[in-house]
């Protein structure tokens, strides 16, 4: 009897052990020494700090929120231009262009910020002499001609807007721009200018995919030659109009 309650006594004892060995999760206790403790702790705030920031920016309570958004869109540009001899109106035609590039901004609590960055905008139009201005079809071959400008702008925008829910944001940004022509023209006659000066408005949608990554979809239009694009013998003004469609991603910081 005592040698089969010793038995059953070992028995107990190796189960035990053997089940405390399988089912321990830190049979070592590696979770409690100093420096595992201070990683997982490290890490733990950093996750805190990270959602932190994400309730902020999600309920507009943020005090100061810098944001980059990186556009490419495409867009029509159509031109006005003037004649400079007075003997009839010519003819122009919209034509298509990209837009790309990257505006930061800088917002203060969810309700104001300002805009600037990098955008190179595609703008080109067909023009036609009037029939009636010999000197101007003589130069121009009387044909349809593309006037192309790629410009590198800076803008300089006020920005308005937030977000209206924990997911979706809605803002506006509008200005004055300075752009600088990046390419080259054939059209010397038309004495295209290589700075233009405008004015532009931009509507963006942005909805939150993973914060700090949201998708963005808007509009843009410009207004260029508020210093006058152009400038001849044959032509005494130069504006052009530019609509776009855009889409793109946020990233906040």
Known sequence: MKKAFGLFLALAMILSYGTNLLFAGDPDNIATKPEIKI?????????????????????GQKLIDIYIDLQLGVGSTSGTV?????????????????KTGGVISIAIKDLFSFTTGLELNGKQFSFTPPVTDTAANNVFKGAENILSGTYMNIPLYINVGGMISEDVGLTFYGGPYLGFRVNTTTLSETGFKDVDLGLSGTLTGNYVVAYPLSLLLGVNFQFGGLNNLGGSKFIDNITTQNFTVFTGARIGF
């Not at 990683?39 to 733990?44: E, F, N, S």
């Not at 004649?83 to 298509?96: E, F, R």
């Open 82 to 98: 003037g004649n400079a001899l007075g003997t009839g109106t010519y003819k122009t035609d919209s034509k298509i262009g990209v």
């Open 39 to 59: 990683v997982k702790k490290d890490r733990l705030m950093k996750d805190y700090e990270i959602k932190k920031d994400e309730f902020l920016v999600r309920t």
